[in-house]
């Protein structure tokens, strides 16, 4: 990604911070940032697995709030990291500052902060500053933000590829809205009819994504090439049956048992890329979904299931696969308004 500059930060609104590594602001230097993430969060998951996957665990550190508990009803005070005494398997105490809480972090970066504590949060050191906190963007940079300090291994991984950007464009904004961010519509949809609309919404998606995976034969989205939808798709469907399905009630079908080509694919990612598997912590998904969300998990019990967390045994041979989905008469309806790929 050439140099840019770029307007970090609309302070005293909940604008957030829109930096770019590299830029004038934020060169690339290994060690100079540190990433503020949730196991629990799927939008946290995909710079993590990024992290993973471009070979940045020792460019990049990291500190790990606990899964639960996220506060009252408006999200007060937020997401907590560990005590010094205190143990909780994969998450941490703030490594930097040693702050109880995230949103003490961007009070650090701007005192009249008016925006949602959330995590991804990345950090400069030296500058004493937040970078980002959209998860969207840094998808999208992060990939390539080190690629001149890297080895060619690492540097050579594109997940945004010129041929395929067309594709990628096309898909993602269906699956940001419809699946990514679907699934937390149907989960707080605040009555009975916006919950029928998102839920459908959400299996219409997963229908149209069962038959192109399908046509695209595998073991990726797009086909041979990993690319930033395979990222933002796992992180998602990595939580589907342990969380939303229970949680959100979205539970007109289960990845699993409803949709075979999803499924292989889920498992292909898990078993066969290892920054997927190393990236994910069902500890704290299953945690996260139980006690943190409360109308949505009110007794704080997290469920046993499903088991196992991801079936193995992935087919190789795509072909063999027979494609699924729900078929429902409005996930139908809703599906085929999702325009096919040129």
Same mark, same amino acid.
């Given at each position: ?32 940032? !540190? ?9 946290? !998951? ?15 550190? &990291? ?12 999200? %007060? ?8 005494? +205190? ?31 959330? &995590?991804?949060?990345? %950090? ?22 080190? #690629? ?15 041929? =395929?950007?067309? *594709? ?11 699946? #990514? ?64 399905? *229970? ?10 048992? #409803?949709?075979?080509?999803? #499924? ?6 898990? %078993?066969?890329? +290892? ?65 096919? =790929?040129?």
């Amino acid at each position: 990604m050439a140099n840019q500059s770029n307007q970090i930060h609309n302070p005293a609104t909940s604008d957030g911070w829109h930096g770019v590594i590299p830029s004038d602001e934020f060169p690339a230097e290994k060690g100079r940032y !540190h990433l503020y993430i949730g196991l629990f969060c799927p939008f946290a !998951h995909r710079a993590n697995f990024i992290r993973h996957l471009k070979g940045l665990t020792d460019f990049i550190d &990291v500190s790990i709030v606990k899964p639960y508990p996220k506060g009252d009803a408006n999200g %007060w005070p937020g997401w907590r990291f560990l005590a010094s005494d +205190e143990e909780y398997l994969g998450a941490t105490v703030d490594h930097l500052f040693g702050e109880d809480y995230l949103h003490k972090l961007y009070f650090r970066a701007d005192s009249e902060y008016k925006g949602r504590y959330s &995590v991804p949060l990345l %950090w400069d050191k030296k500058t004493g500053t937040a970078v980002c906190n959209e998860s969207e963007e840094l998808l999208r940079w992060l990939p390539t933000a080190f #690629n001149e300090l890297l080895p060619p291994t690492f540097a050579s991984i594109d997940l945004y590829p010129i041929h =395929l950007r067309t *594709q990628i464009d096309a898909i993602t904004p269906w699956i940001q809205s419809d699946i #990514n961010t679907g699934v937390y519509k149907a989960g707080f949809s605040p009555s009975q009819e916006p919950y029928d609309k998102n839920v459908v919404a959400v299996f219409g998606a997963l229908n149209k994504l069962e038959r192109i995976v399908a046509k695209n034969g595998g073991p990726f989205v797009l086909g041979k090439e990993l690319t930033e939808l395979d990222i933002r798709l796992y992180a998602t469907l990595i939580r589907f049956d342990a969380g939303y399905v *229970q949680y959100f009630r979205c539970n007109l079908g289960t990845i699993r048992h #409803n949709y075979p080509v999803l #499924n292989n694919w889920l498992k292909g990612m898990y %078993w066969d890329v +290892e920054a997927a598997r190393d990236s994910t912590n069902f500890k704290h998904i299953k945690d996260n979904y139980a006690k943190s969300l409360g109308d949505a998990g009110p007794k704080g019990i997290t469920a046993m299931g499903p088991f196992p967390d991801v079936e193995e045994g992935v087919e190789k041979d795509w072909g063999k696969l027979t494609i699924g989905g729900v078929k429902h008469p409005a996930v139908l309806e809703r599906e085929a308004t999702i325009p096919d =790929l040129e």
